[in-house]
């Protein structure tokens, strides 16, 4: 699979506005999102047009303009170049290890990642675009294209028939759980734990049984 990788201001900056002006993400859990999210932003400048109020089409082009000016610009595109580089040498290993655990071959021949000055990392999966924190080390960005590709993995061979069956939200919290699979180290949101818990307890060894497993406990028939 291609990877792209760059750093663009505009994008950057929709993930800004989307995330604390729209705060448009499912919490499944997680308190203060928006609080912590102003927290984490670059600068000053960002947060106080973020919260000023004011129609949102304005304040995209505020926080783009700001985003773009801020220094250490030159870092993010080495950042973005750097990790076109280790995906074109390690990537196999990442479709191989979620083609193994799903037991389906890999369906998409590109993905790019706009890398993020933010620390939450959402994507499109429509246009085969994730966000991915720029600045985080090279092994953590990694991680996060594992999550996030087996977000898409999934959605590729279970939305169609789950998620009329499950509902959206019910849907969304079983394709986050799943990532303990390929994401250990994570402790996950919190309302995941119940089905993570479940998946441990039962020694679940397939993607296709947690689904089914996963599936009965959000149905009411665990």
């Known amino acids: 699979m291609n990877l792209t990788a760059s750093y663009d201001p505009a994008k950057d900056a929709e993930n800004h506005v989307r995330c ?33 109020g004011g129609e949102r089409d304005v304040m995209l082009v505020k926080v783009t303009e700001l985003l773009a000016a801020a220094p250490g610009r ?11 580089k280790t995906w074109a040498t ?18 998409f021949d590109r993905v790019h990642v706009d890398l993020t000055t933010l620390p939450i990392c959402p994507y499109n ?15 953590a960005q990694l991680r996060i294209l594992a999550h996030e590709l087996n977000h898409f993995l999934f959605y590729h061979a279970y939305a169609d028939d789950l998620a009329p ?3 959206y939200e019910k849907f969304e919290l079983l394709k986050e759980s799943v990532t303990v699979f390929t994401n250990p180290e994570h402790s996950g949101k ?6 993570r818990k479940l998946f441990i307890e039962k020694r679940v060894r397939s993607l296709d049984e947690a689904v089914r497993i996963g599936t009965d406990y959000l149905s009411g028939r665990a």
């Open 90 to 107: 390690r990537g196999d290993q990442v479709i191989l290890q979620l083609e193994t655990l799903f037991v389906r071959d890999w369906p």
């Open 74 to 84: 030159d870092k993010l595109g080495d950042a973005a170049w750097r990790l076109e």
């Open 165 to 167: 069956k499950l509902g």
């Open 20 to 52: 604390i002006f729209d705060a448009a993400y499912l919490a499944h859990g997680r308190e203060g999102m928006r609080e912590k999210l102003l927290a984490a932003v670059e600068s000053d400048e960002v947060r106080s047009a973020l919260v000023g």
């Open 190 to 195: 919190p309302d995941e734990a119940p089905l």
């Open 125 to 139: 999966f429509m246009e085969k675009r994730i966000f991915v924190r720029g600045l985080a080390p090279l092994e």
